[in-house]
């Protein structure tokens, strides 16, 4: 979500904005932290799917 504030907007309308914002529902990343299991190192993953290009 993008929200513009223009130059020379009023407090109330800045405020209005910055509390609908808050009240909108957002992705929470940290709820998968660490919950991929790798069986190999990433950066070898990497360069096999890089090498799969050529």
Known sequence: ??????????????EKAL???????????YKYCG???LKEYPLAIQKKMRDEWE
């Open 1 to 14: 979500m993008v929200t513009v504030i223009k130059k020379g907007t009023d407090k109330k309308e800045i």
């Open 19 to 29: 509390s609908n914002l808050k009240s909108t529902k957002r992705f929470d990343a």
């Open 35 to 37: 919950t991929v299991k």
